[in-house]
């Protein structure tokens, strides 16, 4: 995709939703419900983090990967600034804050450094595997398991 940042995450939404399977599940008692595979928030909220972080100034876009077991989203840039490694999932930093700030004030974004921790959430209540995160210096992953 391309284009201006908003019009690549409206896009984005409906590709993302679209792509989506959903089952019966059982719930509590002899109640099913509706469970996607992957809850759109989380993969919304990792699709948010990866062109908010990535380096503007490496030649590769963000790409999302869908196979049928898992997604995989990369972006160019490793951690930026007090982010290493070890507190990726505690500390923020931005190498583009413009874009941040933008992304909070047209509602992206409600609360800055929560993505990771969200994202977490929003998979262990689906019933999804933990997230998995490769941080390298030139790039940054995470992969997403589909719920069993």
């Not at 391309?2 to 002899?30: C, D, H, M, Y």
């Not at 999302?64 to 507190?87: H, S």
């Not at 993505?115 to 997230?131: D, E, F, K, Q, Y």
């Amino acid at each position: 995709m391309r284009g201006n940042l908003v019009a690549i995450l409206f896009a984005l939404q409906a590709k993302l939703a679209g792509l989506l399977n959903t089952a019966l599940v059982p719930g509590e008692g002899l109640r099913q419900h509706n469970a996607a595979s992957y809850p759109l928030d989380a993969l919304r909220e990792s699709v948010l983090n990866a062109l908010i972080h990535r380096s503007y100034q490496a030649n590769s876009a963000v790409r999302v990967l869908w196979f049928d077991d898992r997604v995989e989203i990369v972006n160019a840039g490793g951690p930026y600034g007090a982010v290493t490694d070890a507190n990726f999932d505690r500390v923020c930093d931005y190498r583009n804050p413009t874009i941040a700030e933008a992304a909070k004030n047209l509602g992206y974004i409600n609360r800055f450094g929560r993505g990771i921790s969200l994202v977490r959430t929003l998979l262990a209540a689906n019933g999804s595997p933990a997230p998995e995160f490769t941080i390298e210096p030139q790039f940054w992953s995470v992969i997403m398991r589909a719920r069993p």
